[in-house]
């Protein structure tokens, strides 16, 4: 943490003055050359420098962050910083009663988390000396949620002060009662300054009588400071979650549902939720039933790969029915191989358009599955194998001898052909204007694989806000032909492909988060009610 404490006074002669700083020094920081006495800290270890140069340091032994204290900062802009902090706590910046904490600061010379209180003192005016701990950071947020562990830190090391310094007082009292004697001097103007100046020179070493006062304080602060930085931690956050995101975490509520009722059934205790970034959600998905990595045989490595492999014009109208929504049936031996090519393909679609059943001894309908892999003797039901809403990919062994035997790097097209079949062969200078831009990202060779990876993430965001567009215009609103017609001229989804990418957009329509159309259709009848008021 960015920050300093510093324990201030106000003296009858000079004002407002600083005492004692801490600031942290983050490594590399040069070691002290002075000769060293060591004390035992909780934490870190004490130095106390030679007679030039008093000080403290302390050394963090898992951070290695330098804890140093002296009576000012050693910048030159701290020092102003520490000063004006030190002048506002003990002037204007008091609280009701004077003391107590209060917050204050601007961007310009940090935000200050300011502790007055008082020291009793037989010799003061009013028995009593003014001083503050002050915390000051150019974080105003981590200033203000850090209020209650200050406070409460800070009360602690006050009160010790305060305690050990009445002893001293009643002490004193005992001896010399102070009030007394006051009431019995006479007074006069010329002496007066002199009565102040003598009375001003005590120390808060002898209000306390704490021999190791200093060195107490260095360790109060520089372990304030080490808590303060630690119990708060940065974390960086990416936007409002995507409509992947908001899908995967919808079935993953739905599963934890799920495994509920089956234990509740069963008479099992709870189990506990786990909660996972977007990240692992994505990456889980990609592979939800894949496990290629269990099975022997060589593997799609990516999308280009994957292109690669089944050649320009098979994978744009391979890409053109997943694109579509229509179902592709992998059918062949290999089950790694096929659980690879899925993974590859289910990254062109929104989480929410995809359903998938990646290795099956029976056909599975389209309705329950866009992506199915099948074992090779499984037989295609004539009306699925005549249909212009399905591809059929057939897998097959070039060597079956040597199926198994073939390491992950070898050729793929060595081991294997791909026969693609389809009623709905699209011309290969025609399609949606997504696809187009998939395979020129795809044909770039000076782009590496994660480059593409994220050009294809960017795309997607771009066609689902279209998407979400086009519901909220046609399914919420309820316009017509002609109005959705301009609306798809402003998406730039008409010209050449138009047909293809309306059917896009239809379809990516189906996998919208149940949490964006449940907030939109409310947030819809919310507007709506002042209207029929």
């Known amino acids: 943490m960015n920050a300093l404490v510093a324990l201030c006074h106000f003296c009858e002669l000079h004002g407002p003055r600083t005492l004692f700083c801490t600031e942290a020094l983050h490594p590399p920081s040069p070691t002290p050359s002075q000769a060293e006495i060591t004390l035992t800290n909780l934490f870190c270890l004490i130095t106390i420098l030679s007679a030039s140069h008093p000080g403290f340091v302390s050394v963090d032994s898992e951070t290695g962050i330098r804890f140093l204290s002296h009576q000012h900062p050693r910048q030159p802009q701290l020092f102003s910083v520490v000063r004006q902090a030190c002048v506002r706590s003990l002037s204007c910046e008091v609280c009701p009663g004077r003391e107590g904490p209060i917050f204050f600061g601007d961007e310009q010379h940090g935000f200050v988390f300011s502790h007055t209180f008082f020291i009793k003192d037989s010799l003061a005016r009013g028995f009593q000396r003014w001083y503050s701990i002050v915390m000051v950071a150019m974080d105003r947020i981590y200033l203000i949620n850090s209020w209650p562990f200050l406070l409460r830190h800070l009360r602690l090391t006050i009160q010790s002060l305060q305690s050990t310094a009445l002893k001293v007082f009643d002490s004193e009292q005992c001896v010399c ?205 004539t009306h699925v194998s005549s249909s212009e809403f399905s591809v059929l990919v057939d897998v097959v062994s070039v060597e079956r001898g040597s199926l198994y035997s073939a390491a992950c790097g070898e050729d793929i097209l060595s081991l294997y052909q791909f026969n693609i079949s389809s009623t709905n062969s699209q011309p290969t200078d025609k399609g949606p204007t997504l696809l187009n831009k998939i395979e020129v990202a795809l044909s770039n060779e000076n782009l590496s694989v994660d480059v593409v990876s994220h050009c294809l993430l960017c795309l997607k965001e771009e066609w689902m806000n279209k998407v979400k567009v086009l519901f909220k215009f046609s399914k919420v609103d309820g316009r017509g032909r002609e109005d959705t017609q301009k609306v798809l001229a402003l998406l730039g989804a008409t010209g050449p492909g138009e047909e293809d990418n309306v059917r896009l957009l239809k379809f990516w329509m189906t996998g919208l988060s149940k949490t964006y159309k449940s907030h939109l259709m409310t947030a819809v009848r919310g507007g709506e009610r002042p209207l029929s008021q």
Not at 204 to 215: G, R, V
Not at 254 to 278: F, K, N, T, V
Not at 360 to 371: D, G, H, I, K, T
Request: glycine share 8%; hydrophobic share 35%; with cysteine.
């Open 177 to 381: 009662p102070q009030r007394a004697v006051r009431m019995n001097s006479v007074f006069s103007p010329a002496v007066f300054p002199h009565q102040r100046s003598g009375n001003a020179a005590r120390s808060l070493p002898s209000l306390t009588q704490h021999t190791n006062l200093w060195a107490s304080l260095h360790s109060s602060f520089s372990w304030l400071l080490k808590a303060c930085g630690s119990r708060l931690t940065e974390k960086l956050l990416e936007g409002a979650p995507t409509e992947d995101t908001l899908v995967l975490i919808e079935r993953q509520t739905e599963q934890e549902e799920e495994m509920s009722c089956w234990e509740g059934a069963e008479g099992g205790g709870s189990r506990p939720q786990c909660h996972q970034s977007e990240s692992e959600l994505y990456r889980d998905f990609l592979f939800d039933e894949g496990k290629a990595e269990g099975y022997p045989g060589p593997k799609f490595r990516s999308l280009r790969h994957l292109r690669q492999v089944l050649g320009t014009t098979d994978f744009r109208q391979l890409a053109w029915h997943v694109l579509m929504g229509n179902q592709v049936i992998l059918r062949g031996a290999d089950p790694g191989l096929i659980h690879s090519a899925f993974t590859m393909l289910k990254s062109l679609l929104p989480v929410g358009c995809v359903r998938s059943v990646t290795y099956s001894a029976q056909y599975e309908e389209a309705y329950r599955c866009n992506f199915l892999g099948l074992s090779p003797d499984v037989p295609i039901p």
